[in-house]
């Protein structure tokens, strides 16, 4: 409580300290938050770009067994496949 009226009354006493203060302060707060959310933009479109350019999946095969599957990894273009 008394530190916080020692540091009140020394602002006030320094007035143009204090508005270089608060105006600093403020800039910072604003830089960081756009620069947060300059980042999150862009990490969110390249993603949409990287799916729009390459798809969410580069083949779905429906209904498919085991000896489609086989065929479909003995196809040299084919490096990997999933189940679900």
Known sequence: MITRK????????????????????GCTFLFITAAILLETSMK????????????AWQAAYFRADAAVRERLLSEPEISETAVS
Do not use: D, F, H, P
């Not at 969110?44 to 798809?55: C, D, I």
């Open 6 to 25: 020692i540091a009140r009354n020394g602002m006030r006493g320094r007035k143009r300290a204090s508005a270089l203060l608060i105006l600093v302060l």
């Open 44 to 55: 969110e479109t390249k993603l949409r770009q990287r799916e729009q350019l390459y798809g």
